[in-house]
């Protein structure tokens, strides 16, 4: 048993008996073999082992997460943002269009893709178009938009966006790039003051 520094019941967790010295292994690729499955990306996280997704079908979908990705040893199955996953649609089930006009469809979940295996994925399936996942990876979008067209953002935020927009602008012909935020290059330009060293 691992030795309990902080108390309470909290080190039983990482008991010598449930963890794996075995580190990071390669384990073999899923792929989508039949036709009931389909790559999603990760949109938005409902709770209760739900998540909605968007699958390269061009639908969206509600997913159910089963009991086997979660609970001990099973860290690296937290599903995130912008998380790849296969999913497997529920044909048996029928929806009439009529009741549930507003709900979206219910699918499970059969596997979550690591980053790594994003670049595996795109070289076993080059016939895949891969950019509808990219283009609804909510995790990389840089503001968020509401429906108002109003931004969210911080000053590093907006600092940073008008810097890739200088580097867009002046081309691989750049030599130098003023990289001090706004504000700063402001201040900067306000201070600047010839000083007398008499006076001092």
């Known amino acids: ?26 384990t073999r690729l899923r792929l989508a073999e039949q036709d009931g499955e389909v790559y999603a990306i990760a949109t938005k996280m409902l709770g209760n082992g739900m998540f909605q997704c968007y699958c390269m079908d061009g639908k969206s979908r509600i997913v159910h ?12 199955n937290f599903v995130t943002l912008g998380k790849w996953v296969l999913v497997g649609l529920r044909t048996w089930c029928s929806q009439e269009e009529d009741k549930d006009k507003k709900k979206l469809p219910k699918c499970d979940l059969l596997e979550i893709y690591s980053d790594v295996d994003k670049e595996r994925l795109r070289d076993a399936c080059p016939h895949c178009s891969w950019s509808q996942l990219d283009a609804n990876d909510v995790s990389r979008q840089m503001f968020p938009e509401c429906a108002d067209g109003v931004h969210f953002a911080t000053e590093a935020d907006m600092d940073r966006e008008r810097l890739f927009e200088k580097i867009e602008a002046s081309g691989p012909q750049a030599k130098a790039l003023d990289f001090r935020s706004a504000s700063a290059a402001a201040t900067e330009e306000d201070t ?9």
């Open 65 to 76: 997460i089963a009991g086997k990705f979660s609970g001990r040893q099973k860290r690296d």
């Open 192 to 200: 600047e003051e010839v000083v007398n060293f008499e006076d001092i």
């Open 1 to 26: 048993m691992v030795k309990n520094t902080k108390g309470g019941s909290g080190h039983k967790k990482f008991a010598r008996k449930l963890t794996s010295d075995s580190g990071p292994r390669i």
